[in-house]
């Protein structure tokens, strides 16, 4: 009979631990859509179709919210061309992942992590990039990402 104690006090506690832990995932899932991606929506309404989507003279903004279970959305920003984008991550109490998708002349679109300089950065990226021909992109099309960027920190208080 001690011993049927015991193992009731233990599966107690098992289930307790469970319980904290499952609670601690919805908490802090909760509070990465809440306090991390919700205030981007005010600058950035939402759409009829459901989404957060704001279409501007120059501009496309969206932001895409964590989907539950995932603590992952982005915000995004592409020029009416629709051949340059910025892919941004944010993240609370850090600098945010900047991504970028531009076009080449050969009509096909790179997919590159940025440092916060907006410049390739090696260390994010596979080694089989061309790294060469993605930063004379950059070059080529440096003042429009400057401004693209500018307007982006400036919506979304970056």
Same mark, same amino acid.
């Given at each position: 009979k001690a011993s049927d104690s015991i193992m009731?006090?233990?599966?107690k506690i098992l289930l307790s631990l469970l319980?904290?832990?499952?609670l601690l995932f919805h908490l802090a899932w909760a509070g990465n859509y809440f306090l991390n991606y919700r205030p981007y929506t005010k600058t950035v309404p939402m759409h009829e179709s459901g989404e957060y989507f704001l279409m501007t003279d120059n501009y496309d903004l969206s932001v895409a919210m964590p989907s539950y279970p995932t603590f992952t959305g982005n915000l995004a920003i592409t020029n009416k061309n629709d051949d340059l984008s910025f892919i941004i991550w944010p993240s609370i109490g850090a600098t945010p992942e900047i991504? /970028? +998708?531009? /076009?080449g002349p050969d009509g096909v679109?790179?997919?590159?992590? /940025? =440092?916060?300089?907006?410049?390739?950065?090696? %260390?994010?990226?596979?080694?089989?990039?061309?790294? %060469? +021909?993605?930063? +004379? /992109?950059?070059?080529?099309?440096?003042?429009?990402? =400057? %401004?693209m960027y500018d307007y982006a920190k400036k919506s979304w208080n970056l």
């Open positions: 009731k006090k233990r599966t319980f904290g832990v499952i991504g /970028l +998708q531009i /076009l679109t790179y997919s590159v992590i /940025l =440092d916060q300089s907006l410049n390739y950065d090696s %260390e994010k990226n596979p080694a089989d990039m061309p790294k %060469e +021909q993605i930063n +004379q /992109l950059i070059i080529d099309r440096r003042t429009e990402m =400057d %401004e």
